[in-house]
């Protein structure tokens, strides 16, 4: 066994989809929303005996590497590092400790970080930074369990620290820890005189920082690491890491705006939280967070920016379909400051969070005087173009009826303008599905049958492997016009005649009773047949589409699907005969061929009958 597969044997894949998104038993195994496309029933599944996992809405599925890779963004080599730590394999062929770039850059972060906390816990040059943080509630649990840090005043004190550690200045720089001088070719600290968060990603990992002067006259109160190779600010949310399992036990995740708003909150217990550093949200954060949850409430400040971004961020998880609340803080400009003065005023604040329409409807009416008809036309053209974000035609229909009474418009005027607007907004996510349901009616009208049929045919296989005598013997090479269904089919069939006593030669009892999935993969593996992408694809999307739909199926149930499949295959072989013929009489009536023409007509005839006999 390779270090490869070593690696996947270890690796408990239920375990680690569970870190990454909700997962629900499914007999044996797990079902979960799939991360990777919309979705509000779980259409993708993990095997765990198998390690495979593969999402039946959009396709995406492989093993314990192909998932991390996707979910956070990195190469193979990455995944391979990150799985062989955590299945506790030592890389002998590929070295973990090899000195590429990324290795080195989060080894920098990881010692800054380091290096930051322990002069704000020990040295005499924090006190009053300590004193500072006890001020603003903050316990030395909480200081801990975040690894909050203190840069000194010092211009090169962080780069001289690293230096000396063996780091060069160009990787200190990509790392967004220094900023180049203009004078010369030297480099100073970024981050001075600050109190210091670091920002990790899904894995606990440390990619850059978040830094608030503690200087009064400092002009910039907060300073944040620019993009790096291992910082993509757009796809990160501050505290996601210490967060996650609790936004999957609450079903709900919390959205606030800055450091200073998240930790206080985990540490009086609502640890729900993440915080967005001062931005609106992205479309690729949204994303990341529909993996713990559906169900977002967002807390930004009180003041005009904070209100401008929350309405950017409620549009933006309205068009992903997420369910979005809106929580209104009694006191205080941000949760933090709402925390520190009265806890309970927080948490009453998150349980009467209101409803986004409600919000919208409260923003727009203290701007428009809706008694006016000016005011009332623009207020409705606000509300509809927000309700048209909307994916459930069932809260359209709540929420329709819900402004005719407040703003008191008639509901059918507000329905046919909510017709007329529907027609004229068009999001960016509504064109994407649209597109791909088009693709996707346009390939299934080419009329070609083969991968949807035999993904079917392998998955009653899967089920009860007897079948494979019938499959095998009714099923000639000429029906599969696909070049991969062809291929894998060929080759299953060579090891149904070459198996011997490995099937052929066993009683149905005992084939029932076999794993025919790891019979014929060992036996490729053994005869060196190496499969494709495609073809391990469909092997496997095969086994995980048995378990989703076949699992409860009688042996009867199946004999009729299989008995279904073979007889669509065998007309639509016999359909594409006839069309051939038919051309082929034509061409040998044109060239007068009188003796080829009779040929053809009979063997047409007799296709014809064969046909009428399987309808």
């Given amino acids: 066994m390779n270090e490869i597969e070593e690696i996947k044997e270890k690796i408990d894949l239920g375990r680690l989809f569970a870190e990454y998104v909700k997962t629900v038993p499914a007999g044996r195994n797990f079902k979960a929303l799939c991360p990777f496309h919309n979705e509000k029933t779980p259409s993708l599944m993990i095997n765990t005996d198998k390690k495979i996992w593969r999402c039946f809405g959009c396709g995406e599925g492989g093993d314990a590497f192909t998932f991390l890779m996707k979910m956070e963004g990195i190469e193979f080599k990455e995944a391979l590092q990150q799985l062989a730590q955590r299945a506790g394999v030592t890389l002998t062929q590929y070295d973990s400790k090899e000195d590429d770039q990324k290795t080195r850059l989060y080894d920098i972060c990881s010692l800054a970080g380091r290096y930051w906390h322990k002069i704000l816990m020990d040295s005499s040059r924090a006190l009053t930074v300590r004193e500072y943080i006890k001020k603003r ?12 840090g ?27 820890l220094t900023i180049e001088r203009q004078s010369s070719q030297s480099f100073y600290d970024r981050f001075r005189n600050r109190l210091m968060f670091p920002i990790a990603d899904l894995s606990g990992r440390v990619i850059g920082f978040g830094g608030r002067a503690l200087d009064s006259n400092d002009s910039a109160k907060y300073i944040n690491s620019p993009q790096t190779p ?27 705006e800055g450091y200073m708003d998240c930790i206080p909150s985990h540490q009086a217990g609502v ?12 479309i690729d954060q949204i994303k990341i967070l529909k993996r713990y949850s ?10 005009a920016a904070g209100q401008r971004a929350a309405t950017r961020s409620i549009d933006l998880a309205l068009q992903e379909e997420m369910n979005v609340r809106v929580i209104t803080l009694p006191q205080g400009k941000d949760p933090g400051e709402c925390i520190k003065n009265n806890l309970a005023d927080w948490l009453g604040a998150i349980k009467n969070a209101q409803s986004v329409m409600e919000y919208f409807y409260h923003q727009i009416t203290q701007n428009h005087d809706i008694t006016k008809a000016n005011g009332k036309k623009e207020a409705e053209a606000f509300l509809l173009d927000k309700l048209a974000l909307f994916g459930s035609r069932v809260e359209q229909d709540h929420w329709l009826k819900y402004i005719a009474q407040k703003m008191d418009i008639s509901e059918m005027v507000l329905r046919e303008d909510m017709v007329k607007r529907t027609k004229k907004i068009e999001t960016p996510l509504k064109s994407s599905i649209r597109t791909k349901i088009e693709a996707v009616v346009k390939k299934a ?35 599969w016009q696909d070049e991969v269904v062809a291929n894998l089919y060929k080759n299953m069939v060579l090891y149904y005649t070459e198996s011997r006593g490995q099937f052929t030669s066993l009683s149905v009892d005992e084939k029932s009773k076999l794993d025919l999935y790891d019979l014929l993969n060992g036996w490729f593996k053994k005869k060196n047949l ?9 092997m496997t999307e095969s086994f995980l589409l048995f378990q989703k739909d076949l699992g409860v199926l009688s042996e009867v149930e199946l004999k009729n699907e299989l008995d279904n499949i073979i007889r669509i295959l065998a007309l639509d072989y016999l359909k594409r005969r006839i069309d051939e013929l038919s051309r082929a009489i034509s061409e040998a009536e044109m060239s007068n061929d009188r003796g080829k023409s009779d040929q053809l007509y009979l063997e047409l005839s007799e296709v014809i009958n064969q046909k009428n006999l399987l309808k």
Avoid: H
């Fill in 137 to 148: 509630g903050l316990t030395l649990e909480t200081v801990e369990d975040f690894k909050i």
């Fill in 150 to 176: 203190y840069t000194i005043d010092a211009w090169t004190d962080t780069v001289d620290f690293l230096k000396k550690k063996g780091f060069q200045d160009e990787d200190i720089f990509l790392a967004g």
């Fill in 230 to 256: 291992i910082y993509n600010k757009s796809a990160v949310l501050f505290g996601l890491y210490q967060a996650k399992d609790a936004i999957k036990k609450e079903d709900l995740c919390i959205i606030v």
């Fill in 271 to 282: 640890k729900n939280v993440v915080a967005i550093s001062g931005t609106a949200l992205t």
């Fill in 294 to 303: 559906n169900n977002l409430a967002i807390a930004l400040d009180m003041d």
């Fill in 445 to 479: 009208s080419l009329g070609l049958p083969d991968t949807r049929l035999f993904k079917r045919l392998l998955s009653i296989l899967w089920k009860y492997p007897p079948y494979f005598d019938q499959l095998v013997m009714q099923v000639p090479m000429s029906y």
């Fill in 530 to 538: 190496i499969l494709n992408d495609e073809s391990v694809s469909l």
